[in-house]
C-alpha cells in the first residue's frame, strides 16, 4: 500500500521551530518530485515547498524563504521540514505530497496532515 505518513506537529510560541516528518511507504521516495502543502483556517491549501527529482532542486513559497528548510533522506525514504522563526501565519495543516513540485491538482498521494498552531 503507498503512503505518506507524517509526524512533529504541534504548538510553539512565535518565534518557535517544528520540524515535521513524512515518511514514504509502498515506493521509494527519491524517484518523484516531494513536497509540503499547508491550509490555513479557513483558507485553500497553498504549497509551501518542494524537492525536484534529478538535480534535487528545492523551492520555496516567498512567505517562508529564509525561515523553512525542506530536505530528504533517501535512505529512511522520509522528507522533513524544518520551520524556524514561525509566526501566526504559519498556524495551518501542513500535507507532504507527491508529486509535490507540479501543483495541488498534479498531486497523487496525500499524507494524512498535521495541525501546527503558532500562538503566544
Known amino acids: 500500500q503507498l503512503q505518506l505518513v507524517e509526524s512533529g506537529g504541534g504548538s510553539v510560541q512565535p518565534g518557535g521551530s517544528l520540524k515535521l516528518s513524512c515518511a514514504a511507504s509502498?515506493?521509494?521516495?527519491?524517484?518523484?518530485?516531494v513536497g509540503w502543502f499547508r491550509q490555513a483556517p479557513g483558507k485553500g491549501r497553498e504549497a509551501v515547498s518542494c524537492?525536484?527529482?534529478?538535480?534535487?532542486?528545492?523551492n520555496y513559497a516567498d512567505s517562508v524563504k529564509g525561515r523553512f528548510t525542506q530536505s530528504r533522506d533517501d535512505a529512511k525514504d522520509t522528507m522533513y521540514l524544518q520551520m524556524t522563526s514561525l509566526t501566526p501565519e504559519d498556524t495551518g495543516v501542513y500535507f507532504c505530497?507527491?508529486?509535490?513540485?507540479?501543483?495541488?491538482?498534479?498531486?497523487?498521494?496525500w499524507g494524512q496532515g498535521v495541525q501546527v498552531t503558532v500562538s503566544s
Open positions: 505530497a507527491v508529486p509535490g513540485c507540479e501543483g495541488e491538482s498534479r498531486v497523487n498521494l
Open positions: 509502498g515506493f521509494t521516495l527519491n524517484t518523484y518530485s
Open positions: 524537492i525536484s527529482i534529478g538535480e534535487g532542486t528545492t
